[in-house]
């Protein structure tokens, strides 16, 4: 005779993602790979049959394999209505974006549509259910915007709703490893419901968990961004400094962030930061203190250290390359940062747009982002127009080109063969990342100007305001 044990009731929460966008979609399979059930829905059928067959909507290292995985694992599964999601889900976790207005504040037009969807949805359904706002919000957003909305459409109160809050922190181009094992959880419940189911669905990550008020939780994310901003834009600062000094940015880098109360990761001179990220929520947050009669100033510096960065980026082109009317330009790099194919806020916009306005023709190329940064270019008005050419390969970026501009870090072009060099009218490369190897650039033939001094090509920095 066999004996059967009991089989043990699972007890593990079940999850549900509302938007499966960058975040929504890492979050909800980072879930999964814990072991934890997650249904999820996106409003746009075209990223649900996507995502269901196995395809991921957007570049992000290793994320195909893990939505292939977990599909097949039967823990990830995509519904087609939010009626469902409401039905099979106890977590209910919004993932829709928050865009920045012009003046800074964030459109809850699309989180506030999801509440209403999802508090719909939740009418004809029993048994405890959690809305949780992943999206990342200003603080009292949770509890005065989307509170109200969900208990009212939901028509429940009480014990059989909870509303949290539960910023994500993951970053572009290493979101799988930010997603599965996140080096913190941050929860804002008013409730021991709503925190102990969190507590739970998280307690299979093994990370530290902080709880705090839905608005403390809000600000948390916010802090964490603007300190995360202002730290690049202070790399930036003092690679500008090292420039007038003649001192290599990078050793002075080194040096500081080494002392453990600094730290070294995000002290790296750029182009600025980009992404959808930064601007967004640090512009965010400053609006939010004027609204309550303050200020973010270390907010407000980072917003216009990063504005000036560009301005100096832009000049440093132009004292290396001199007039730019009818020269070639190569363009490495399209999206935001190596390792995405997000070209939110990325810094080859407004660098295409400048040299384009004054004349250059611009051959740009990304090895991943070329698509959507074809959607996101709009050419600027005004005379002197060149020309904007995307191009499938690196040598056809830099034929015939009078410099090379490296926008984004990746990989492949940081193994610079001799050939590329050849290609090049000019062999000049301004590398805003300072990413490829100087005794490379050396072998190849290549001169480097980066930013911060130290380069071989002893180009003088521009002064401020220097003209083209
Ligand atoms: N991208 C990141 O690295 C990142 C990291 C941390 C936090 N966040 C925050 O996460 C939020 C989402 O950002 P994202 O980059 O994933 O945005 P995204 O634009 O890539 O994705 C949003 C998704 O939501 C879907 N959507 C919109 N309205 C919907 C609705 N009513 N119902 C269902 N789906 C809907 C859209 O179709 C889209 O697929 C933002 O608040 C952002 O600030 C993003």
């Given at each position: 005779m066999t004996v059967r044990r009991p089989t043990r009731r699972t007890t593990r929460p079940t999850v549900g993602i509302v938007g499966l966008g960058y975040m929504g979609l890492a979050t909800g399979l980072a879930f999964a790979a814990r072991g934890l059930s997650v249904h999820a829905f996106d409003i746009k059928p075209e990223i649900r049959a996507a995502v269901a067959a196995g395809r991921t909507p957007y570049h992000e290292a290793g994320l195909a394999r893990l939505l292939q995985d977990q599909l097949r694992a039967g823990r990830f599964g995509v519904v087609d209505s939010v009626a469902t999601l409401a039905e099979r889900s106890e977590g209910l976790f919004l993932c829709v974006p928050t865009p920045s207005r012009p003046n800074g504040e964030i459109d809850l037009g699309p989180l506030r549509r999801s509440a209403e969807e999802v508090a719909e949805a939740l009418r004809p359904v029993r048994g405890f259910r959690l809305v949780v706002v992943k999206s990342t919000v200003v603080p009292g957003t949770t509890e005065s915007v989307v509170a109200p909305i969900v208990s009212e459409r939901s028509g429940r109160t009480g014990a059989g709703l909870g509303i949290a809050s539960n910023p994500e922190f993951l970053a572009e181009g290493t979101m799988v490893r930010d997603a599965v094992e996140p080096a913190r959880i941050v929860i804002g419940t008013s409730d021991a419901r709503s925190r102990a189911w969190l507590e739970r669905a998280y307690r299979p990550f093994r990370a530290p968990v902080f709880a705090l008020t839905p608005s403390g939780a809000e600000l948390v994310k916010y802090a964490s961004n603007s300190f995360l901003a202002l730290k690049v834009s202070f790399a930036n600062e003092i690679a500008r400094l090292s420039d007038r000094l003649g001192v290599n940015v990078d050793a002075v880098i080194q040096a500081v962030g080494h002392d453990p109360r600094i730290?070294?990761?995000?002290?790296k001179a750029g182009p600025g930061f980009g992404g959808s990220c930064f601007d967004k929520d640090v512009r965010a947050l400053v609006h939010r203190a004027e609204e309550l009669g303050d200020r973010f100033r270390s907010g407000d510096a980072a917003l216009r250290i990063n504005d000036d960065q560009l301005a100096y980026v832009l000049d440093r082109v132009r004292s290396a390359v001199?007039?730019?009317?009818g020269k070639r330009i190569a363009l490495l790099g399209?999206?935001?940062?190596?390792?995405?194919d997000d070209v939110r806020e990325s810094r080859a916009i407004p660098i295409a747009e400048a040299l384009f306005s004054e004349g250059a023709t611009v051959r740009a190329h990304d090895p991943v982002a070329v698509e959507n940064f074809r959607r996101a270019w709009t050419p600027p008005n005004g005379t002197g127009a060149g020309e904007l050419v995307l191009v499938a390969t690196v040598p056809e970026a830099l034929e015939g080109a009078d410099a090379a501009v490296l926008q984004a870090a990746w990989p492949e072009y940081l193994r610079w063969p001799g050939a590329w060099t050849r290609r090049?009218?000019?062999?000049?490369?301004?590398d805003l990342r300072r990413a490829l190897d100087r005794g490379r650039a050396r072998r190849v033939g290549l001169t480097v100007i980066g930013l911060g001094?130290?380069?071989?090509?002893?180009t003088p920095p521009p002064r401020p305001g220097a003209s083209p």
């Open positions: 730290g070294d990761r995000f002290l001199g007039p730019l009317r399209l999206a935001f940062k190596d390792g995405t090049m009218r000019v062999p000049l490369l301004l001094a130290g380069d071989p090509a002893g």
